[in-house]
């Protein structure tokens, strides 16, 4: 309903909360300097090589939040993907992850809920850029994928894929989750308040947790207190 750009900001969050946005604003930034992302972690930015924006909506669960946002994320880039062997997806619960061969983030999203809001912040990393040390390895970008998109271009697939992603039943949005998933069959070990459980991904569902095959047999772990510790993206 209404759309507010700015060249950079410290944070697109932080930024869309000053405007007391009504569900349905869009602020959209080619730069942040101050990002941030889930469990206090900093989003990496680079002048030139990204996009951001923060989408204010009618306040819900965070996991079926964050699902929107992930599948929207996998509809508008999934499709291409233009580097033979290479496959993005989804890497639970919400970040967008490019396997070639091993994994890179391409894309994470932030949900923060604001009394009967909450908003919505999606970052995108869509050229080459440096890294820095810490991120070298890690971090990927749409055209790492043999993805040719402007920033704008970006911007507007994902918006409209977000806009598709709003109007899906949670039984459609399931199903989309786990037609991008990364993480069913393969090897993890989760975080749960500290206890680490390793074993083989069997179910992936964003709104009631992941069921874990473990030597001592199946755990269900929930999305509000588990975390992925570390995963084997190349055992198939």
């Known amino acids: 309903d209404r759309v507010v750009v700015l060249a950079e900001t410290p944070s697109t969050q932080d930024a ?6 009504e569900p349905g604003t869009v602020l959209v930034a080619a730069a942040q300097t101050g990002g941030r992302g889930r469990l206090g972690r900093h989003w ?14 009618a306040t819900d669960t965070p996991p079926v939040l964050c699902a929107r946002a992930a599948v929207a994320l996998a509809r508008a880039y999934a499709p291409l993907v233009g580097r033979r062997h290479a496959r993005i997806g989804i890497k639970w619960p919400n970040d967008l992850v490019l396997i070639d ?3 890179r983030k391409l894309a994470g999203v932030l949900v923060e809920q ?3 809001r909450a908003i919505v912040g999606i970052g995108v990393n869509v050229s080459d850029r440096p890294w ?16 040719e998109l402007t920033r704008l271009e970006a911007m507007t697939a ?15 949005l399931r199903e989309q989750f786990g037609a991008h998933d990364l993480l069913r069959g393969r090897q993890a070990v989760f975080d749960e308040r500290g ?10 569902d964003p709104f009631g947790g992941i069921l874990l095959r473990t030597p001592a047999g199946p755990i269900l772990l929930e999305p509000d207190t588990a975390k992925l510790h570390a995963w084997e993206p190349l055992s198939d």
Do not use: F, K, N
């Not at 869309?16 to 946005?21: E, F, T």
């Not at 002048?47 to 909506?57: D, E, K, L, Q, R």
């Open 195 to 204: 206890t680490l459980h390793e074993g083989t991904v069997e179910v992936v």
């Open 132 to 147: 820095p040390e810490e991120l070298a390895g890690q971090g990927g970008s749409l055209q790492d994928a043999g993805i």
């Open 16 to 21: 869309l909360l000053r405007l007391d946005p």
């Open 158 to 172: 994902l918006l409209r894929a977000w806009d598709e992603a709003v109007g899906m039943s949670l039984d459609s």
């Open 101 to 103: 061969p091993r994994p």
């Open 114 to 116: 604001q009394g009967a």
């Open 44 to 57: 990496s930015d680079h002048p030139g090589a990204g996009t951001a924006v923060s989408i204010a909506v």
